[in-house]
């Protein structure tokens, strides 16, 4: 496992992948391998793969905080958004306050934006400014006019990156969230049928290039979204 996660800082995803799945073998009921494999399947757009290795991290350490918040983000890329919400509502109850935004972007994605400024409000663990920026994130959904005031508010520093890159999303600004540092947040997020516009834009491919996925997909073959092509892939919505 620790060369699995070696492998995956020197952004060497398929020898991640391989070690992992090596230490899965020695040990199949040690729940981290599984985490690990889930989020290196999420990364290269496997997210049926990524749940199942997820959900088996889950259901052998239940009370595994991340694991429960990976799973609720690739739940959420699948479109399962009452098993995505329980799971961050589990990742915040153990402690773990990073799912506690992702609660108002279940509420955003289902349509719901007056039950989104409550979960804003309300739940733990989201610090003042975080709410002030949520709030007007919903504003910018409920009226594009305001978006100015959102993107302003972004510029200050402190922020999770990878938290605004899921808002720019939510905002359909793919190629300004592509522009951030949080590479591994952008192409996640990509990989939603419901955000298939993000893979059309030729800074989604610069990315893939970024993270040398290619090398993953030829060796294990593409996602159900992409399609092999003379020169490349094709992860455009047909």
Request: glycine letters at 6%; proline letters at 5%; hydrophobic letters at 35%.
């Amino acid at each position: 496992m620790i060369q699995g996660s070696i492998a995956a800082r020197d952004n060497d995803i398929l020898g991640s992948i391989n070690y992992l799945q090596k230490a899965i073998e020695l040990d199949p009921n040690e729940p981290r391998p599984h985490h690990w494999l889930g989020i290196e399947y999420a990364k290269t757009g496997y997210l049926e793969k990524a749940r199942q290795q997820l959900q088996i991290a889950v259901d052998l350490e239940p009370d595994h905080a991340n694991a429960n918040g990976y799973l609720g983000f690739v739940l959420m890329l699948q479109g399962d958004f009452d098993r995505a919400r329980f799971h961050y509502g589990e990742q915040v109850r153990m402690g773990n306050m990073f799912g506690s935004p992702r609660l108002v972007y279940i509420d955003i994605l289902t349509g719901d934006l007056q039950k989104a400024r409550q979960t804003a409000a309300e739940t733990d663990g989201i610090d003042t400014e975080t709410r002030a920026r949520l709030a007007l994130l919903i504003n910018a959904i409920e009226d594009p006019s305001t978006t100015s005031q959102y993107l302003e508010r972004i510029k200050q520093p402190g922020f999770d990156e990878s938290h605004i890159t899921q808002e720019l999303f939510l905002l359909g600004l793919y190629a300004e969230a592509m522009r951030l540092h949080e590479k591994d947040a952008t192409v996640l997020m990509s990989w939603a049928d419901y955000w298939s516009e993000a893979r059309a834009l030729p800074e989604f491919e610069q990315i893939l290039k970024t993270r040398n996925i290619f090398p993953v997909w030829d060796a294990l073959g593409p996602p159900p979204m992409c399609r092999k092509t003379r020169q490349s892939y094709d992860c455009r919505k047909e």
